[in-house]
């Protein structure tokens, strides 16, 4: 059963405009969200994250919102670029669990910004 | 640039056989993370070591075993290869037991 899932396997945006992605979760002792991006032959490479006692935290063009009474995430890219094509996963985790900090990773939204 | 290194870039097995992988973590990271990515899936989380002990593991069998050198190194070892072990093998180190993770660039295994 998923506990973290990206239901937009891709997403398609021209360049300037706003790229949205989603992430929705099941576990609710999820208290750290991040997000990552990859590109083809890359690890992933972390971009953003927020804490469960926020609703908003922002980093240049990225921002992501947390929604914790849906147990909803979306990263919110602005502008969107050519080089911001890339696999965007959500992944959670429960520190306050004693999770340790290891995190639960969604399937990813394959991004493509047109120019 | 993540500072995380792993090795072999790809390696062929062909089943029942063993395998090693290595990392090498950025300078002052205990904490070290392996993950498994199958073909159009997330990460999945296989173990976590701590200063050298495992402290957390989620749903991999104990043919995956792990080691964390004092030098920042680390290895997953995967005993008795199966075709479902093809993946991409990520490992990932932490300044500190938070989630926060840095990934290497990961090894490709294929299990023949």
């Known amino acids: 059963d998923q506990q973290v899932k990206q239901n937009s396997p891709s997403l398609s945006v021209q360049e300037g405009r706003i790229s949205i992605l989603n992430c929705d979760y099941t576990?609710?002792?999820?208290?750290?969200f991040l997000w990552y991006k990859k590109y083809p032959a890359e690890g992933p490479t972390f971009l953003i994250s927020i804490s469960s006692i926020k609703d908003k935290n922002e980093d240049g063009r990225f921002t992501v919102f947390l929604n914790k009474s849906a147990k909803h995430l979306s990263l919110h890219i602005v502008p969107s670029q050519p080089g911001d094509s890339a696999v965007y996963f959500c992944a959670a985790s429960a520190i306050s669990g004693g999770s340790q900090g290891n995190l639960i990773f969604g399937k990813g939204t394959k991004l493509s910004v047109k120019p | 640039e993540t500072g995380v290194t792993q090795s072999p870039t790809h390696l062929i097995k062909t089943r029942g056989q063993q395998v090693t992988l290595r990392c090498s973590s950025q300078?002052?990271?205990?904490?070290v993370s392996w993950y498994q990515q199958a073909l159009g899936q997330g990460p999945q989380f296989i173990f976590q070591y701590y200063r050298e002990e495992e402290n957390g593991r989620g749903n991999f069998p104990p043919r995956f075993s792990g080691l964390q050198f004092p030098n920042y190194s680390s290895e997953l070892n995967v005993n008795a290869l199966e075709l479902d072990d093809s993946a991409l093998y990520l490992c990932?180190?932490?300044?500190?037991?938070?989630?926060?993770?840095?990934f290497g660039p990961g090894t490709r295994l294929t299990v023949l």
């Open positions: 300078s002052g990271h205990n904490t």
């Open positions: 990932a180190s932490s300044p500190g037991q938070g989630p926060l993770s840095f």
């Open positions: 576990n609710s002792m999820f208290d750290y």
